[in-house]
Each structure stands twice: as structure tokens, then as C-alpha cells.
């Protein structure tokens, strides 16, 4: 048994549509949606806002890898083309923690880091997560509630839901 939390991000296209998409696409393995959020660009690029939402997940065949797999078919679902890091995109599909039989999974690989190594610092990713687990600790980091004090939350605003 494998749980994993996804943080999912839009500002190209129709973002509403291609999170809907990417929510509907995990299917069965969707456990809890967070509301979707307007949020500032994160990162050096300027670029327009972002819409975000986080998902909880679950499974009880897929590892950590899989997850990763998981997101970049998102991803190309979406259209994605991989071009300015923290450029703006139709769709980023980021794995941010994986529980796999309750343990905490802390990988550190290029290819998948976990937890996710710029979470910390990302109201845009723990907004959503405290909505939806507000007494989720990150791994290393300690809990979110904690972690959101210090960040700037003010420009963050919740914008609905996924339909
Ligand atoms: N926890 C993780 N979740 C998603 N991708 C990861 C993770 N750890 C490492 N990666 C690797 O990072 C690569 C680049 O990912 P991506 O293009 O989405 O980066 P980015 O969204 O521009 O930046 P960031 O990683 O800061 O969100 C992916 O191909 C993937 O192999
Ligand atoms: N607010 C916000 N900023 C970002 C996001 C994102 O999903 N939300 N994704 C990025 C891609 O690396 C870069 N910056």
C-alpha cells in the first residue's frame, strides 16, 4: 500500500481543464482533492499566475517510481513540453511526499527526490496540502502548519474546485 501526495500546477491553456483532466485521469487512485488555488509565479521566471491544487493518492501495487511514472503521463496527456525550467507550462505534475506501508519514503536521486526538495518553500504546494491534512509533516522538515508559518500565504487565493 502506497500513498503518495501530488502537487499539480497550470498557467498555459485552459489550466481549469487540464486539472480536471489530470484529477479525472488518476481515476481510482484519487482519495482527497484540494480546492483549487490562484497562486503567484513561484521561481526567477516571470510569468502569468499559476492555478494549483493538491491530491492525495493510493494505491496498492505502485512504489514511489511508479508515482513519478504516473505524473509525467499526466503530463504528456497535458501536452506538457519540457522547456524553461520554471517556465510557465499546461501542466507540472510534482511528487511531493510517498508513504509506502505507512513509512515515509526519502529517496535522493535526480531522477526522484523525495520528499520533494523545493516543497518547503512552496506556499503554492503546502496552501492546498494544510487544507486537505493539516497535520501533514514533511519529511526532514517538519510539520506544514509550521512550515506555512513563515512563508507569504497573502496572495494566495482559493478560486473553487475540480469538477
Ligand atoms: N519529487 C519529484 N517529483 C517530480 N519530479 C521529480 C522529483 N524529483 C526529481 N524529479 C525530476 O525532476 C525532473 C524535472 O521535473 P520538472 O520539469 O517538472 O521540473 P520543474 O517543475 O521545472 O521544477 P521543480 O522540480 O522545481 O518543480 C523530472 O523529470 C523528474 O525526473
Ligand atoms: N505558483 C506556482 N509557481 C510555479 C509553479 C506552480 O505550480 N505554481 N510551477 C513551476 C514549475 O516549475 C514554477 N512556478
Avoid at 5 to 13: D, I, W
Avoid at 51 to 61: A, I, K
Wanted: charged share 25%; no cysteine.
Amino acid at each position: 500500500m502506497s500513498r503518495a501526495v501530488l502537487s499539480m500546477g497550470s498557467n498555459q491553456g485552459d489550466p481549469r481543464r487540464l486539472l480536471s483532466g489530470a484529477v479525472h485521469a488518476l481515476g481510482r487512485q484519487v482519495r482527497t482533492v484540494s480546492s483549487l488555488y490562484r497562486t503567484p509565479p513561484w521561481g526567477p521566471v516571470p510569468q502569468d499566475d499559476y492555478l494549483n491544487v493538491v491530491v492525495l493518492v493510493e494505491d496498492d501495487h505502485l512504489d514511489a517510481h511508479g508515482w513519478l511514472r504516473r505524473a509525467h503521463e499526466l503530463e504528456q496527456l497535458a501536452g506538457r513540453e519540457r522547456a524553461v525550467r520554471w517556465g510557465p507550462r499546461t501542466l507540472d505534475v510534482d511528487v511531493v511526499a510517498v508513504q509506502d506501508h505507512g513509512h515515509e519514503v526519502v529517496l535522493d536521486d535526480p531522477e526522484l527526490t523525495l520528499p520533494h526538495p523545493r516543497a518547503a518553500e512552496r506556499a503554492f504546494v503546502l496552501v492546498p496540502w494544510a487544507e486537505i491534512d493539516p497535520t501533514a509533516e514533511l519529511p526532514g522538515h517538519g510539520a506544514i502548519a509550521d512550515l506555512l508559518d513563515g512563508l507569504d500565504t497573502s496572495a494566495i487565493d482559493r478560486v473553487g474546485h475540480v469538477h
